[in-house]
């Protein structure tokens, strides 16, 4: 794909990250290329990251058991991201979680996207819960800064960043995944609250 847009060097510091795809995808559509190629490389990016994921995807360790946990006990939720609707659909659907969440809202569909608080605001009134009794699970840095912004507690997950630069961003803590027996123990103390 890079190759059609006359980018033919990787710069060698971006391969061996985690996230050596999205960064490259970020340096490489620079205001530059953004403006030279349209929204057709943007729409080619997205098209390939949808292939990959509807390959790809597989649910962290404990998502079933924490949506379980979730249904139980009648809790409100819905999925708060930056991503592309057709993204953030195809993610929702390959995971299993079409019929879990309540609402989706979209950081497009905001008038301001994370790392603005807006879109987990906008959450809150559609889902018409407190901040108070609220509990968001984040994976990136704006989403994290987004949802401490909004005055709510957020569980980072190191899934996709490392933890020092997500703890910049000031989550109550982090978990690898959803089995972490940190999450667990907070969940039990929340049981035994109610």
């Not at 190629?37 to 597989?58: S, W």
């Not at 989706?104 to 018409?128: D, M, Q, R, W």
Request: overall charge positive; proline content about 6%; glycine content about 6%.
């Amino acid at each position: 794909m890079l190759m059609e847009h006359s980018v033919t060097q990787i710069p060698s510091t971006l391969l061996p990250s985690k996230n050596c795809f999205k960064r490259l995808v970020l340096t490489m559509v620079s205001q530059s290329m953004r403006n030279s190629l349209g929204l057709k490389f943007c729409d080619e990016k997205e098209a390939l990251y949808r292939k990959i994921v509807a390959e790809k995807i597989k649910p962290l360790d404990g998502l079933i058991k924490l949506t379980k946990w979730i249904e139980d006990r009648g809790l409100k939720r819905a999925a708060v991201t930056n991503a592309p609707k057709e993204n953030a659909e195809l993610m929702i659907s390959k995971l299993g979680l079409t019929d879990f969440f309540q609402a989706v809202i979209l950081g497009s569909e905001c008038e301001f996207p994370k790392p603005h608080p807006g879109p987990y605001l906008k959450a809150l009134e559609v889902l018409n819960v407190s901040k108070e009794h609220t509990l968001v699970f984040e994976d990136s840095i704006s989403g994290i800064k987004a949802g401490v912004a909004a005055g709510m507690p957020v569980i980072g997950l190191t899934t996709g960043n490392p933890a020092s630069l997500l703890m910049q961003a000031k989550p109550a803590f982090l978990i690898e995944n959803y089995a972490d027996p940190k999450l667990w123990a907070v969940l039990e103390e929340l049981d035994n609250k109610s």
